[in-house]
T-cell receptor, first 114, second 107 residues
Framework: DTGVSQNPRHKITKRGQNVTFRCDPI?????LYWYRQTLGQGPEFLTY????????KSRLLSDRFSAERPKGSFSTLEIQRTEQGDSAMYLC????????????FGAGTRLSVL | AQSVSQHNHHVILSEAASLELGCNYS??????LFWYVQYPGQHLQLLLK??????LVKGIKGFEAEFIKSKFSFNLRKPSVQWSDTAEYFC?????FGAGTQVVVTP
């Protein structure tokens, strides 16, 4: 499977714990995006990278959230001191920057904070 | 603030009926527009896209969408739905997504 891969698929954690998710994009894609999706809502943009540079961050990305893409390939999204309101599906997408980018989405990581 | 609005949250229709889902966006200038579909248990997939040119775009599985610049709209249509079209449909403008429309097609 050469699509966007996200791990883990599910994560259950206790409030206050830190969690980290990983996204492996389609290999030739230089852009990588993180979204959050809650029940009944569409994906909400969090941040995106072009190669290793983080180019845009949403105001939804509080200081407890940090994302990295150290070598311009895979990316990690870390949430520190998780809160119940962080429970959501975290989606990753990748694209090739052409000015007419088409994003390809992974299956997501579902986070449940107890 | 930039936003995308989808008119219906839930739509129920019978097989062979026609489907139209409304989408309005609030953006100035040029914007890339998309419709994505999420089938039960599957990840988001691109249905169709508009970048420029012919405002009537055709996508996969018989879907089409019309871009009307003056109305800031990008409505999705399918003349005759099938049971397999049961899914959630999301309109997107650049990095902003609408809340989605859950479509249920009954046999």
């Amino acid at each position: 499977d050469t699509g966007v891969s996200q791990n883990p698929r599910h994560k259950i954690t206790k409030r206050g714990q830190n969690v980290t998710f990983r996204c492996d994009p389609i290999s030739e894609h230089n852009r990588l995006y993180w979204y959050r999706q809650t029940l009944g809502q569409g994906p909400e943009f969090l941040t995106y990278f072009q190669n290793e540079a983080q180019l845009e961050k949403s105001r939804l990305l509080s200081d407890r959230f940090s994302a990295e893409r150290p070598k311009g390939s895979f990316s990690t999204l870390e949430i520190q001191r998780t809160e119940q309101g962080d429970s959501a599906m975290y989606l990753c997408a990748s694209s090739l920057s052409t000015g007419r980018d088409i994003q390809y989405f992974g299956a997501g990581t579902r986070l449940s904070v107890l | 603030a930039q936003s995308v609005s989808q008119h219906n949250h839930h739509v129920i229709l019978s097989e062979a009926a026609s489907l139209e889902l409304g989408c309005n966006y609030s953006y100035g200038g040029t914007v890339n527009l998309f419709w994505y579909v999420q089938y039960p248990g599957q990840h988001l997939q691109l249905l169709l896209k508009y970048f420029s040119g012919d405002p009537l775009v055709k996508g996969i599985k018989g879907f089409e969408a019309e871009f009307i610049k003056s109305k800031f709209s990008f409505n999705l249509r399918k003349p005759s739905v099938q049971w397999s079209d049961t899914a959630e449909y999301f309109c997107a403008a650049a990095l902003q997504f609408g809340a989605g429309t859950q479509v249920v097609v009954t046999p």
